[in-house]
């Protein structure tokens, strides 16, 4: 397996353009994280059926959010799941600015930047739609109920500008540890 974080760059964020792994394909209930110190996937957690992932999550490689881990990504892909371990560039549409347990663990939303479908693929988070959202806010406000309820709040959404602000930052992060 490789180590992400040696192979590939953040991307080139400045532009709108990010390098994303895939940890969690959308529909999954396992948890699937990548570990830095063996440089491989590992399955964290089974979840209940009801808190499946409702988009496609990964992690953006040499960043370093302020909980820790890699800045997390949530990849819009229509309803198509991409596997684990899947690499691909992404264009940065805007975050999701969310708080796990009293630690900020931001979300990036991205969707692919090569997609010749020309079916309305989004260039922004007003393109997803407010209901694309809802049924994000609510997962990520929900998915630890029945373990540690009240322990993630989402905080607002942001456009891409503040997201690239956010990730620079988390590169800023990784380089320096």
Known sequence: MPDFNQVLTPGDYQNGVVNTV??????SILKVEWDREHKAFKLDRVE???????????????????????????????DEALPTG??????????????????????IVVAPADERNNSG??????????GWKQ?????FTHYKDLKKPGSTKVLGWGDAE??????????ERYAAK
């Open 22 to 27: 895939v940890e969690i394909p959308q529909g």
């Open 48 to 78: 209940p059926t009801i808190f499946a992932k409702p988009v496609n999550y990964g992690f953006i490689p040499q960043t370093l959010d302020e909980d820790g881990d890699e800045l997390d990504t949530l990849i819009y892909c229509h």
């Open 86 to 107: 899947v690499w691909l560039e992404a264009k940065i549409l805007g975050v999701m600015k969310f708080e796990d347990d009293g630690e900020v663990d931001d979300k």
């Open 121 to 130: 693929w989004p260039n922004s988070l007003a393109e997803l739609g407010e």
């Open 135 to 139: 049924r994000i806010e609510h997962h």
């Open 162 to 171: 503040e997201a690239k602000q956010i990730i620079g930052q988390c590169i």
